[in-house]
């Protein structure tokens, strides 16, 4: 069964830093492009981060983060992390880790994507 599952979130204070996984089953996450989204209430799913299947150092971040978050993959775990700093409370959001049938990244919205996980809540605030 191919399945994502996230984990991580929490509350917590602007300025600080989160890491968030995602492991797959399933499949091999060296095969496809995987990446995180996020939505925040009342807003339309956002493009996070990307990472591509090869490791070349292919990744793409959505300009919103980019300086401040790391995506990357540990292989041997078949697991993919997101490592969030300087967090504000505009990154307040349920992310979501996502794979597509691309090998690399590039700003591909969420209808490229065709494996989900169940989400995990980011709340950053004071």
């Known amino acids: 069964q191919l399945q994502l599952v996230e984990s991580g979130g929490g509350l917590v204070q602007p300025g600080t830093s989160l890491t968030l996984s995602c492991a797959a089953s399933g499949f091999l996450i060296d095969t496809e492009a995987i990446g995180w989204f996020r939505q925040a209430p009342g807003k339309e799913l956002e493009g996070v981060a990307c990472i591509g299947s090869r490791n070349d150092g292919d990744t793409y971040y959505w300009d919103s983060v980019k300086g401040r978050f790391t995506i990357s993959r540990d292989n041997a775990q078949n697991t993919m992390y997101l490592q969030m700093n300087s967090l504000e409370p505009e990154d307040t959001a349920v992310y979501y880790c996502?794979?597509?049938?691309?090998?690399?990244?590039?700003?591909?919205?969420?209808?490229?994507?065709?494996?989900w996980g169940q989400g995990t809540q980011v709340t950053v605030s004071s």
């Open positions: 996502a794979a597509t049938h691309h090998y690399y990244c590039s700003d591909y919205g969420p209808e490229e994507y065709n494996l």
